[in-house]
């Protein structure tokens, strides 16, 4: 019974970040919150690597991050154009 009642409530939940973060407006918002918590940067100190985590458990929470839907990100990331290199401090 309690098992029911939390997946209900993990659904309600995935259901209420989808909503928030659904629209363009939103999805502005996320892509910062994603940018502000490290996502698309190399983690190189525990403290950058928590906030990661926390910008990977927001994508979990929306049913995104999810071993199932590997194929379907690595498909969704490999039709994006290639970024320009980041400049390095050695040039």
Do not use: C
């Not at 989808?18 to 918590?37: A, K, P, Y």
């Not at 190399?42 to 926390?54: D, Y």
């Not at 910008?55 to 995104?64: D, K, N, R, T, Y």
């Not at 590997?70 to 969704?76: F, I, M, P, T, Y």
């Amino acid at each position: 019974m309690i098992y029911g009642k939390l997946d209900r409530a993990a659904n309600e939940l995935q259901m209420k970040y989808r909503s928030v973060f659904g629209d363009e407006q939103g999805q502005e918002v996320l892509t910062d919150i994603l940018r502000m918590l490290g996502l698309f940067d190399k983690a190189t100190t525990l403290e950058e690597a928590t906030a990661r985590n926390v910008a990977v458990q927001i994508l979990e929470i929306m049913g995104i991050a999810h071993e199932k839907n590997a194929a379907l990100v690595v498909h969704a990331l490999m039709q994006l154009p290639p970024a320009p290199p980041k400049e390095t401090d050695n040039e």
